[in-house]
């Protein structure tokens, strides 16, 4: 089993950097063949990829945020990290972290957490 949560805060102002981090509690984001992953989902909308860093540590990203998004690790925590540069209110949504094993699913979710981009 894989337990994963996200953290961060819950309102972020324009222009500044979101930043959530999630955690591995159960075992080591550093495990074999595990992806980690960044999603969100805006208010009435579907789920979006945003990123992703292998167990190994090498990040990846959706190639229309990939310029304000960066991903990275803390394997002596068992966390990954968003950062998300220059908000605006449309980044406003549900942010999840997610692990899968092939880097195709999402097999393992954390809770999710709201972020609200607003001055």
């Known amino acids: 089993q894989v337990q994963l949560q996200a953290s961060g805060p819950g309102l972020v102002k324009p222009s500044q950097t979101l930043s959530l981090t999630c955690t591995r509690s159960?075992?080591?984001?550093?495990?074999?063949?595990?992806?980690w992953h960044w999603v969100r989902q805006p208010p009435g909308k579907g789920l979006e990829w945003l990123g992703l860093?292998?167990?190994?540590?090498?990040?990846y990203y959706s190639s229309s945020l990939r310029s304000r998004t960066s991903i990275s690790r803390d394997t002596s925590k068992n966390q990954f990290t968003l950062q998300l540069r220059s908000v605006s209110p449309e980044d406003t949504a549900v942010y999840y972290c997610?692990?899968?094993?092939?880097?195709?699913?999402?097999?393992?979710w954390g809770q999710g957490t709201q972020v609200t981009v607003s001055s």
């Open positions: 997610a692990g899968g094993t092939s880097g195709l699913a999402y097999d393992y």
């Open positions: 860093i292998t167990s190994s540590g090498t990040p």
């Open positions: 159960d075992g080591s984001i550093t495990s074999k063949n595990y992806y």
